[in-house]
């Protein structure tokens, strides 16, 4: 009978004993909180990131429409001037990142990522037949879904650009949820050029 009171006042003594719950409560939920945590952090970095690369790109894009920009950056032309200056001022936050850069210019804001547009549409059809008369945007004698022409164009040609920015991600989100990886951050804007020469007056052509 002792060994059997003995092990009913061991079993009532540690049934009491809240020594430890602490730690082992904090483990039910320590993966949930650093999932939360690290999301918060991951959300906040890419705002951030977000908001520098369009910042650089706005500048650059400003600064690219006047007739002889100084980018301070390397490069044959200007294209290639204002890919270095994106990069240059987005490496400051960007860690191991990748760019893609694409640069057109347009006749104007309007044509921003449309067709050309017809002049004469012989059967009504409220698109582009063989034969049918469009303004022939980008010059190249042909009817494009895309009016655009590649490079910052001239004066007063209006310019898109479009950057995406690649890296690692920060913080290893990606190991708690389903994402990507990396961040794709984008940033795009459309300016016009100064008008220090006349812009040209596009042709009308019927192929």
Request: proline share 4%; charged share 25%; net charge positive.
């Amino acid at each position: 009978m002792r060994f059997l009171d003995r092990v009913k006042r061991t079993a009532l003594a540690l049934r009491e004993n809240r020594k430890g719950a602490a730690a082992t409560e904090f483990a039910l939920v320590a993966a949930p909180l650093m999932a939360t945590l690290l999301g918060c952090f991951d959300l906040g970095y890419q705002a951030y990131l977000r908001s520098v690369v369009q910042g650089a790109l706005n500048d650059v894009a400003r600064t690219a429409s006047l007739e002889a920009p100084e980018l301070n950056c390397t490069g044959t032309t200007v294209v290639a001037q204002v890919e270095c200056a994106i990069k240059r001022r987005s490496d400051i936050v960007a860690r191991k990142a990748t760019y893609e850069v694409r640069i057109r210019n347009y006749f104007d804001f309007v044509g921003v990522g449309r067709s050309e547009k017809l002049v004469t549409d012989y059967n009504n059809n409220g698109r582009y037949d063989p034969g049918d008369c469009f303004i022939d945007l980008n010059e190249n004698g042909a009817f494009d879904a895309n009016a655009g022409r590649e490079g910052v164009g001239s004066g007063d040609d209006v310019v898109f650009y479009e950057v995406t920015v690649r890296m690692p991600r920060l913080f290893p989100i990606h190991q708690f949820i389903n994402t990507s990886p990396n961040y794709a951050i984008r940033g795009e804007t459309a300016i016009r050029n100064q008008p220090y020469t006349r812009q040209r007056v596009p042709p009308t052509v019927c192929v």
